[in-house]
């Protein structure tokens, strides 16, 4: 079966404009996970949604934020940006909570 | 959840069997420990899981002592390919929720 998708695959943004990633889940998995990847900070945990609730949340500003829909894909947004949200944003899915997540390609986000 | 400490990184060589030790003393009683592997550019790909004593599947080893306090992934006869960063996780059920807390990860570069 398809694995997760992530679009677009690369995007460059200038400070202070605001950005939406999408994540398509593999078919059936109910929970979405969002993860920022930097070289100084590593992998970091943005936010879980579960059958559009988010449920769980990382020690992100309130700039990051993200939604799912009822097919479980999922959306997040990050407003006013800034140089440092440079980086790779994963989404993972899983069948359920505590299951294996399964990770997408990511999306390479720059802002100049 | 429970912070893990596992070697920044490692060298080997083509043929060669690798261990990697991951260190976590705080392990709470219901937490699985959990290794990943990540290739520049892409998303981690899960590995391995286990809970206690040993798990085996067809690309690695899991050997977990009875205290649970440390773990070691073991990667039989490792390739170029095997080249990586591998990421240990402890928990990743919090609370019913999905929430992977990474680490640096060991560096692995296998040489010819």
């Known amino acids: 079966k398809a694995g997760v998708t992530q679009t677009p695959r690369y995007l460059i943004k200038t400070r202070g404009q605001q950005v939406t990633l999408s994540c398509s889940p593999i078919?059936?998995?109910?929970?979405v996970s969002w993860y920022q990847q930097t070289p100084g900070q590593g992998l970091q945990f943005l936010f879980e949604?579960?059958?559009?609730?988010?449920?769980n949340k990382g020690n992100f500003p309130g700039r990051f934020s993200g939604r799912q829909f009822s097919n479980s894909r999922s959306e997040m947004n990050v407003s006013t940006l800034e140089l440092g949200d440079s980086a790779l944003y994963l989404c993972?899915?899983?069948?359920?909570?505590?299951?294996?997540?399964?990770f997408g390609p990511g999306t390479r986000l720059t802002v100049t | 959840l429970a912070k893990t400490t596992q070697p920044i990184s490692m060298d080997s060589y083509e043929g060669q069997e690798v261990n990697i030790t991951c260190s976590h003393n705080?392990?709470?009683?219901?937490?699985?420990i959990t290794w990943y592997q990540q290739f520049p550019s892409q998303g981690p790909r899960f590995i391995i899981q286990?809970?206690?004593t040993k798990v085996t599947n067809e690309v690695a080893s899991l050997f977990i002592p009875a205290d649970r306090k440390s773990s070691t992934l073991s990667l039989p006869r490792v390739s170029l390919s095997d080249t990586a960063v591998y990421y240990c996780?402890?928990?990743?059920?919090?609370?019913?929720?999905?929430?992977?807390?990474f680490g640096a990860g060991t560096r692995l570069a296998v040489h010819p």
């Open positions: 286990g809970y206690k």
């Open positions: 996780l402890v928990g990743g059920f919090s609370g019913g929720y999905n929430k992977l807390i």
């Open positions: 078919s059936g998995h109910r929970s």
């Open positions: 705080n392990i709470a009683t219901n937490d699985y």
């Open positions: 993972a899915s899983s069948l359920l909570a505590g299951d294996e997540q399964y």
């Open positions: 949604y579960f059958s559009e609730t988010q449920r």
